[in-house]
């Protein structure tokens, strides 16, 4: 565990603005930010006039309509439709690693940034929760100040205990209070079930999971005699890395991502894998274009 204070580097927010993030059309049956969808009855901007029928809103009738036509016109609306982003960061000791310059939860804090920067460019709300054994829970806001302050409180935040996604998720729900869209930022370094648990409960919102590994995380270099700490319980392991240890980690490791992957298709949620080591903005544009339609 470390109590610095977390690096976290948001220059590529210039690039970000090339981008429009796209939520898919599933969520709350509309579109977020600047998409709009149609509507009778009051809105922004007229669209045309539709016949009116019963159980339309009176208030809606164009009386002016009515006196050439002698017809019951209602106007037609386009209107916005904005979408709540709730991001989850993990907090917990693991991702406290780095044999790079970024650790992974300063990389992760990144992408959670540029996410509500996004966010905002449409003035649609968004929250930063980090959570690890328990969560804690960050309103909702919209606007660029509130961003600024939850990065800062990134940077400040202390990285400890296990991962308990499940757990944390079962928490966090509770302040769910539409369909959203949700982002959860982690090494995934616990239990499937725990992660499968967490995917199930969030299924019917728009889900997109991101999986942060430092490079010797996804391709093990070290080899022979080496000590190895487990960042979450502190406890030590001394080994010897031979070919056959490596190969052997290297199968796990694939099959636990194709587990969170696999689980990730089956409700339609999306998933991303990246290494500290991939520029922010590289990772940001293999996501946005990479989404699931």
């Known amino acids: 565990m470390s109590d610095r204070k977390h690096r976290i580097d948001v220059d590529f927010f210039r690039q970000l603005d090339r981008f429009t993030f796209m939520v898919r059309k599933r969520v709350s049956s509309a579109y977020a930010g600047s998409r709009r969808s149609t509507h009778s009855g009051r809105g922004l901007d ?6 009116y029928h019963p159980g339309d809103d009176l208030k809606s ?29 993990d907090a917990s000791n693991s991702m406290d690693y780095t044999t790079g310059e970024f650790t992974k939860y300063e990389y992760g804090a990144m992408l959670a940034a540029g996410f509500a920067y996004l966010v905002t460019k449409d003035n649609d709300k968004f929250g930063i929760s980090t959570y690890s054994e328990d969560i804690e829970i960050s309103q909702t806001h919209r ?17 400890k205990g296990k991962t308990a996604l499940k757990k944390c998720v079962e928490q966090y729900e509770k302040v769910i209070h539409s369909r959203s869209l949700i982002v959860i930022i982690s090494d995934f370094m616990e239990d499937l079930s725990s992660i499968e648990s967490a995917i199930y409960r969030l299924s019917h919102h728009d889900l997109m999971l ?13 080899h022979g005699h080496v000590k190895l700490t487990d960042l979450e319980t502190d406890d030590d392991l001394k080994t010897y890395l031979s070919k056959n240890f ?10 636990h991502i194709d587990g969170i992957r696999n689980i990730c298709d ?18 940001f544009f293999h996501t946005i274009n990479g989404r699931k339609v």
């Open 46 to 51: 007229t669209l045309g006039y539709i016949e």
């Open 61 to 89: 009738i164009d009386w002016n309509v009515y006196a050439r036509s002698e017809k019951l016109y209602v106007r037609e609306f386009e209107e916005d439709k904005s979408v709540t982003t709730h991001i989850l960061l």
């Open 143 to 159: 606007g660029r100040r509130y961003l600024l302050r939850d990065i800062d409180r990134m940077a400040e935040v202390e990285l």
């Open 210 to 222: 991101i999986q942060v590994l430092d490079p010797s995380e996804s391709n093990l270099s070290m």
């Open 246 to 255: 490596k190969d052997k980690y290297q199968e796990e490791l694939q099959a």
């Open 266 to 283: 089956h409700v339609g949620a999306d998933f991303f894998t990246f290494t500290t080591d991939t520029p922010v903005f590289d990772a």
